[in-house]
Nanobody, 123 residues
């Protein structure tokens, strides 16, 4: 069964940095787009950053120049380096990936989500 597992969240002061990691496990044939979303209390989940299999990236305007998304295809992993963090970056961050892999009924391409990791920016 394909799964995503995130790590790296925590509490950091404004201006600090954190690095989020997400690794896919299971029998995986290919991973296309990977991304990070976030959801703050009382707000809708939003795309923070995404990266295609070819390395093309996109970012929400509010994090451009501060966050960097990258991936390691050999490890089926995606990372989010977050610098110059602001209180408004506080949210639960979710990893997302478009994966072709196995499931009990055979092989399928589907969208998977991690369980989420809390990022809190506060002094």
């Amino acid at each position: 069964q394909v799964q995503l597992a995130e790590s790296g969240g925590g509490l950091v002061q404004p201006g600090g940095s954190l690095r989020l990691s997400c690794a896919a496990s299971g029998i995986i044939f290919s991973i296309n787009r990977m991304g990070w979303y976030r959801q703050a209390p009382g707000k809708q989940r939003e795309l923070v950053a995404a990266i295609t299999g070819g390395g093309t990236t996109e970012y929400v305007d509010s994090v451009k120049g501060r966050f960097t998304i990258s991936r390691d295809n050999a490890k089926n992993a995606v990372y989010l380096q977050m610098n110059r963090l602001k209180p408004e970056d506080t949210a639960v961050y979710y990893c997302n990936a478009d994966i072709t892999g196995t499931y009990p009924g055979g092989i399928k391409r589907d969208e998977y989500w991690g369980q989420g990791t809390q990022v809190t920016v506060s002094s």
